[in-house]
């Protein structure tokens, strides 16, 4: 099993910026990709960002490229998201999530790829 724990959420205006943090434990080693999810109300969640855990290649969503980048620091277990240029169609639930299913997924991530989920950090951008 692996738990996945996010921080960072918060409020900011847009232009601004805020760094999502991941934390993860248990059977890390398992893992092959890790991810940040996003669901805004009355929307489908979205994969916004994935990191894979031993080539270290991203991906990322049209619609977050060049603002989103995402890193992992493998010896505290953490994955990050930095977010900047924040706009207000941001606004969402950002959920964490990891998969240690090995086939070869479309990139950003699937829904239906993923294992273990966090419980979620908001982020709120006013115009």
């Known amino acids: 099993q692996v738990q996945l724990v996010e921080s960072g959420g918060g409020s900011v205006q847009a232009g601004g910026s805020l760094r999502l943090s991941c934390a993860a434990s248990?059977?890390?080693?398992?893992?092959?990709?890790i991810g940040w999810f996003r669901q805004a109300p009355g929307k489908e969640r979205e994969g916004v960002a994935d990191?894979?855990?031993?080539?270290?290649?991203?991906a990322y969503a049209d619609s977050v490229k060049g603002r989103f980048t995402i890193s992992q620091d493998n010896a505290k277990k953490m994955v990050h998201l930095q977010i900047d240029s924040l706009k207000p169609e941001d606004t969402a639930m950002y959920y964490c999530?990891?998969?240690?299913?090995?086939?070869?997924?479309?990139?950003?991530?699937?829904?239906?790829?993923?294992?273990?989920w966090g419980q979620g950090t908001q982020v709120t951008v006013s115009p």
């Open positions: 999530a990891a998969t240690s299913r090995s086939r070869r997924w479309s990139r950003p991530l699937p829904v239906l790829a993923v294992e273990y």
């Open positions: 248990g059977k890390t080693n398992s893992l092959n990709y």
């Open positions: 990191i894979q855990t031993g080539a270290g290649s991203t």
